[in-house]
């Protein structure tokens, strides 16, 4: 198994001190149940820790670069890059799918679930980055393989996905931050469903569903700006009224 992952570090362009790190951040939750001796933990911790690098890297990167804008648009372009979808998709492309340790039933999923186990495994590789070779060592594979994608998100307007651009809207129309809260959890661990509700202070504006606390959180975010007629199309109605 070591020598895959040999191949995959030279794909990577990262060579990791101890291999035992790199597989780690490869091996789901599901694996361990059919191979309890495996002898490594699954990968949620590691996605835990990449998930906070990853997010320090895009943000720096942001404040640094573009110095002229505010704190809201860095804020949207900023979900563009680390949505799960995103990250799901690049890690398609780097041909994750062919190191994940998974169980014979979740090797099966498709769609939604898969691109989210590799979204996952993502996060969790630059964890492990971090942890073997450091910040500098993840921050720069994050601004080759991800942030190296935000001039098309910027040009064809990508960015404005529903929690951002309720998150914008709150902030305009009322001042204040949407929270989410989960208000249902059902499932094994492995295959987890939720329903996620969106709030400005105590009051519920939306609610979504979905396989994944992101993905229903997006679907709430939609919910919410319909019910308060935010969403882009209705801003554009509106001022077309006043101008009218």
């Known amino acids: 198994m070591e020598e895959k992952f ?43 820790l990449g998930d906070a690098v990853l997010e320090l890297v ?10 002229e804008k505010p704190e809201g648009e860095l804020t949207t372009w900023r979900a563009a890059l680390v949505n ?18 998974l169980s014979r ?22 964890g492990a980055m ?9 921050k720069d594979f994050v601004e080759k393989n991800l942030i190296s994608k935000l001039p098309r998100i910027i040009e064809l307007g990508l960015y404005r996905d529903p929690k951002s651009e ?9 001042g204040i931050t949407p929270v989410y809260s989960i208000l249902e959890e059902t499932g094994p661990d492995h295959q987890k469903y939720f329903v996620m ?19 229903a959180e997006e679907e709430a975010a939609k919910e919410a700006l319909a019910k308060k007629r935010w969403n882009s ?6 001022k077309k009224n006043v101008k009218n």
Do not use: W
């Open 58 to 67: 895009v943000t720096s990167y942001l404040y640094s670069n573009y110095p």
């Open 166 to 174: 309720l998150q914008e809207r709150t902030q305009e129309e009322v």
């Open 84 to 101: 799960s979808k995103v990250i799901g998709e690049l890690a398609d492309e780097l041909n994750f799918h062919d190191y994940i340790l």
């Open 6 to 48: 040999v191949e995959l570090e030279k794909k990577l362009g990262v060579e990791f001190k101890d291999k035992n790190t790199l597989i780690q951040a490869f091996c789901h939750r599901s694996y361990l149940n059919e191979n309890p001796d495996f002898g490594l933990g699954q990968n949620e911790r590691l996605e835990f």
């Open 197 to 215: 509700g969106v709030f400005l202070k105590e009051e519920l504006i939306g609610k979504g569903e979905g396989c994944s606390k992101k993905e």
């Open 130 to 138: 971090y942890l073997d070779r450091g910040y500098e060592v993840a």
């Open 105 to 126: 039933g979740e090797s099966k999923e498709n769609g939604k679930a898969r691109l989210y186990i590799l979204a996952d495994a993502f996060e969790a590789l630059i």
């Open 233 to 238: 199309e209705n801003k554009l109605i509106n």
